[in-house]
């Protein structure tokens, strides 16, 4: 035994420089020769399985510290090093027992705490961890990596102020802790402390350039920012350092969809698809690029992948719902709105598109209680009444205010459910776009009409009798609107200034004999809804080629240089009135409105407006038309006088206006 001990004593030496020079693979060899020299060395055996520890060689390391236990089974050492070894081999329920041992052996090792700490943080025993950290920094109140650790699992737990305590108790013990600094600008993030958080992520990386984690949260940041630039440019250096990261190519390519770099973002997702063809969110963005692209079948089929990978993804369901609808699909559109709620049932966006969708099919009693959601995602809104909400109860003894919500030409179709709200309160108040009290005042003189301010001032209740109960004027179809059969069949429901109507009339008689057809080309207040609505003058050739017939601008905003073009190129007159403008005043034009044989228009407020005053319209529908067109029919519930024109196919308008020009054709040869 003493020659063997003499024999191994030189090599022990060798081996231990040989380690501290990290030269490990001959490290590892020598300290095998002085296991098979001498079995019982347990210190050999222990430091063997310390060696193949750093080579990542875990079975191995195992191995040799539970042959350095046999021999000593109070060895301490070997028993953290075994734990540590099952720990990264997975084996977490043997390294819960092991490490436990190593504790009995030694109470105060905060080492040990803390790797048990992360046994259990492995195993989503975040409690257990939690604890094992609080007591390794209780024993040793410097340790930055138990600090760090008792962090992400506060930051696990859901704490995020106990979380960012952790994180910056890591940074007072180690200012260079790159990944601290990391960690807690994601904190401070969540916290909304955006640039403190970009300072850490900055901090991150000026001591760990190649950190990829760091770089995306600042992209990210960047991206929440608008920061566009600052945001691709990282995201790019996060892909030249990490050429196969999922994730980087998704958000390269969210920052260059909202940059309107679509084609370079559409490359991104495809990229990131490449890499990970069954990742469920690059499906539902590129998705959304196809559709921001218009390639509807394109973009419904990836977000179809999308929920069949990932079936509670509720977002896809909802965009898979918005492909259908914009194929002119709603029944198929209903039930990927379904979907998605059944995966998420406070998604507010859904329950929105949910009623629209309700209402194209004309399922009207359903639809109108899922349009109330319109108050949750900023589609609706009304300024605070401070009165009790009214929902159709008997208030005979009661005074209603019926409060504005969104556009002009909402305010005037929801209108005509103003004269039932009438009948069953004693006393109304009506509150409208200003443009529309003269109008509306008109119309419903039993009524208090008011205007409505933008800033949210409603001086004038002051200075009218107190009211009892309020409804926004987008909740009366809930309440009279149940069926088609619920519209009336009233010609008109506003009425216009006879004075101003027949000074109109005047105006255009002295045009000439034919019909007098107001037209309007252009609808649509956001700029999808313009794209899908909006014509040219150029396409109206047809129609504005129809002889005998006088046509008269009813287009509102400026549209001098069109006209001009017209005249020019078309060489049609499109008779112009500058004293009339709807921007301006509602009431002189629903007056020139009055005085016309008939409105031509595409989808926007001019036909509600023509509609409301019985006045003969044509209105020219994109092919996935807005609900309150319903489906398939030439007429509407809302406007009796009104005859829709829609596009048999998407982008088809060559067809409507060939329709269109053959019925005026008819009707000025009438």
């Not at 520890?53 to 539970?66: M, N, T, V, W």
């Not at 109140?141 to 952790?166: I, Q, S």
Request: glycine share 6%; aromatic share 10%; hydrophobic share 45%.
């Amino acid at each position: 035994m003493k020659h063997k001990n003499i024999k191994t004593q030189g090599k022990k030496r060798q081996a231990l420089e040989l380690l501290q020079k990290k030269r490990l693979l001959e490290a590892k060899a020598l300290y095998n020769d002085i296991c098979m020299i001498d079995p019982r060395d347990a210190e050999a055996w222990f430091m063997q399985g310390v060696v193949n520890g750093i080579l990542g060689l875990f079975d191995e390391s195992a191995r040799c510290s539970q042959q350095a236990l046999a021999i000593r089974p109070d060895y301490f050492e070997a028993c953290a090093n075994l734990g540590n070894a099952l720990r990264f081999l997975g084996r977490l329920d043997e390294a819960m027992q092991v490490f436990g041992h190593a504790i009995r052996l030694q109470p105060a090792a905060a080492e040990v705490h803390s790797n048990l700490g992360a046994v259990y943080f492995s195993a989503v025993k975040l409690d257990e961890a939690k604890a094992c950290y609080l007591k390794a920094t209780g024993l040793q109140a410097n340790y930055a990596d138990a600090w760090f650790n008792l962090g992400k699992v506060n930051e696990k737990l859901g704490m995020p102020d106990e979380a960012a305590a952790a994180y910056r108790k890591t940074l007072m013990l180690r200012p260079d802790f790159a990944e601290a600094h990391n960690s807690l600008g994601v904190m401070l993030q969540r916290q909304g402390d955006t640039e403190k958080a970009l300072s850490h992520f900055e901090q991150a990386l000026r001591l760990r350039p190649d950190h990829v984690e760091a770089r995306s949260n600042l992209a990210r940041v960047f991206t929440e920012q608008r920061r566009l630039d600052e945001a691709i440019a990282n995201y790019r250096q996060v892909l030249a350092n990490q050429p196969h990261y999922v994730e980087g190519y998704r958000n390269l390519g969210r920052a260059l969809e909202l940059h309107g770099e679509l084609d370079a973002a559409r490359q991104c997702y495809q990229d990131a698809l490449r890499l990970e063809p069954d990742s469920a969110l690059a499906h539902n963005s590129l998705g959304n690029v196809l559709f921001k692209q218009d390639c509807f079948d394109d973009a419904l089929a990836r977000f179809t992948r999308a929920v069949q990978l990932k079936p509670d993804y509720a977002i896809a369901w909802f965009n898979e719902g918005l492909m259908h609808r914009e194929l002119g699909r709603p029944g198929e559109a209903l039930k990927s709105f379904n979907m998605a709620l059944a995966a998420d049932p406070e998604l507010k966006v859904a329950h929105w598109d949910r009623a629209l969708a309700l209402l194209a099919l004309g399922e009207f009693e359903k639809g109108w209680i899922e349009y109330e959601w319109g108050f949750h995602n900023g589609e609706r809104s009304v300024q605070d009444a401070s009165l009790q909400r009214w929902h159709n109860e008997t208030i005979a003894d009661h005074s209603l205010l019926v409060c504005a919500e969104q556009g002009i030409g909402d305010q005037i179709m929801f209108a005509s459910c103003l004269p039932e709200a009438m009948e069953r309160a004693a006393g109304c108040v009506i509150e409208c776009e200003p443009r529309l009290v003269t109008l509306f005042g008109r119309s419903f003189p039993a009524a208090t009409v008011v205007s409505r301010f933008r800033a949210g001032d409603r001086q004038w209740m002051s200075w009218l009798p107190p009211l009892d109960v309020y409804v926004p004027i987008g909740s009366l179809p809930r309440y009279f609107r149940h069926s088609v059969a619920d519209f009336p069949r009233r010609p008109a429901y506003l009425i216009a200034d006879a004075q101003r109507r027949d000074y109109w009339r005047q105006r255009f008689g002295a045009l000439g004999d034919g019909p007098k057809v107001g037209i309007s080309w252009r609808g649509g207040a956001k700029a999808r809804a313009a794209r899908l609505r909006s014509t040219t003058l150029p396409q109206w050739q047809e129609i504005l080629a129809t002889p005998g017939v006088h046509f008269i601008n009813v287009q509102y905003g400026d549209c001098r240089d069109a006209l001009a073009a017209a005249r020019a190129g078309q060489r049609v007159e499109i008779h112009h009135f500058e004293e009339s403008d709807p921007i301006k005043d509602q009431d002189d034009f629903a007056a020139q409105l009055s005085a016309l044989d008939l409105v031509i228009s595409v989808d926007n407020a001019t036909v509600h407006m023509a509609g409301a005053l019985g006045v003969p319209v044509w209105t020219l529908l994109p092919f996935a038309a807005e609900w309150r067109w319903l489906l398939e029919r030439d007429d509407s519930p809302w406007y009796p006088s009104m005859r829709l024109y829609r596009q048999p196919e998407r982008d088809d308008w060559v067809s409507v206006f060939a329709r269109v020009a053959a019925a005026l054709r008819a009707l000025a040869q009438r």
